[in-house]
């Protein structure tokens, strides 16, 4: 049965609502990055540019790098965007927009996120990089869907028993990020571990300015966990929604963290534009490698 136009919305030129893409427009390795102009600083790399487009905070450039095709997105910021970006990628590649059917054989992207992130690990220092091996949902988005078959049900328990995790608010949903692109991206100086995903940066995270928070105590609650050497290394806002539509929809997913802050120690990156510039040609000669 066709989907309805309600449910999937095309612009007149016949492209996806929020994007602005047409199939043709994109590559199977995506990057990922929050702010619209960190777009061009990762396309700046590249031999040439094939198409670009902007609608809001989603701005799109397509190009080679070393040969490869890549297409480099702006997802703004939070797990709802990634809603957004994720739903209309899949459907971009999946479901044929003339038959508004889903396609027999159905095609997986590579999505690699390059972004900001602050450590919630002393050892985690300032100025390095982090490899998500998983993502702790902390923010209910991933409820609207069924996860049954890509949660960690243990990792979850045992959080939600260690943060003595409120029951008013969504259950904590833990998933693995690709193991695939672990390996492709992984190096000797590279940390990894436990991502945790906020659903907002004030509150959610811990930070105080005029309205009190529910638990005052999370972050360092978070700082301790362990269960079975798996700590939470890092706190940011995208990886837990990327991980797990990824996985619900049978993609490849990893996210690179340049650690600009340290929570714990309450340090910040003196230079975070060179600490990301080198994430970023960090990740395109790994990803052309």
């Given at each position: ?20 893409l ?23 790399h590249?031999d ?25 997105i ?31 054989t ?17 050892e ?34 045992a ?52 309205l ?27 990886t ?50």
């Amino acid at each position: 049965m066709p989907i309805k136009e309600s449910e999937l919305i095309l612009n007149s030129d016949g492209s996806i609502y929020h994007l602005n893409l047409k199939p043709e427009n994109i590559s199977n390795t995506i990057i990922f990055v929050g702010d619209q102009d960190r777009v061009s600083k990762v396309t700046s790399h590249f031999d040439s540019i094939e198409f670009e487009t902007q609608k809001r905070e989603f701005k799109t450039q397509t190009g080679h790098y070393k040969g490869k095709r890549i297409t480099v997105i702006s997802t703004g910021i939070g797990p709802d965007n990634i809603d957004i970006v994720l739903n209309e990628l899949d459907a971009l590649v999946n479901i044929d927009f003339k038959t508004r059917k889903i396609k027999d054989t159905l095609n997986s992207l590579n999505i690699i996120r390059i972004g900001t992130s602050g450590a919630l690990q002393e050892e985690v220092n300032i100025d390095s990089f982090l490899i998500s091996t998983h993502a702790l949902d902390m923010n209910g988005m991933l409820h609207a869907y069924k996860t049954d078959t890509i949660r960690t049900p243990k990792l979850e328990e045992a959080f939600i028993q260690q943060t003595n995790w409120h029951k008013g608010k969504a259950n904590p949903i833990i998933v693995k990020g690709s193991s695939t692109l672990q390996k492709l991206f992984e190096g000797d100086h590279i940390h990894k571990g436990l991502t945790a995903t906020a659903g907002g940066f004030y509150g959610p995270q811990g930070r105080v300015l005029r309205l009190a928070i529910q638990d005052p105590e999370l972050n360092s609650k978070m700082d301790t966990f362990n269960f079975n050497g798996v700590k939470i290394t890092n706190l940011e806002m995208e990886t837990s929604a990327i991980y797990g539509l990824s996985s619900l929809l049978g993609h490849q997913a990893i996210s690179l963290n340049a650690i600009i802050a340290n929570r714990v120690l309450g340090t910040f990156s003196k230079d975070s534009n060179t600490l990301i510039e080198n994430l970023i040609t960090y990740a395109l000669n790994k990803i052309t490698d």
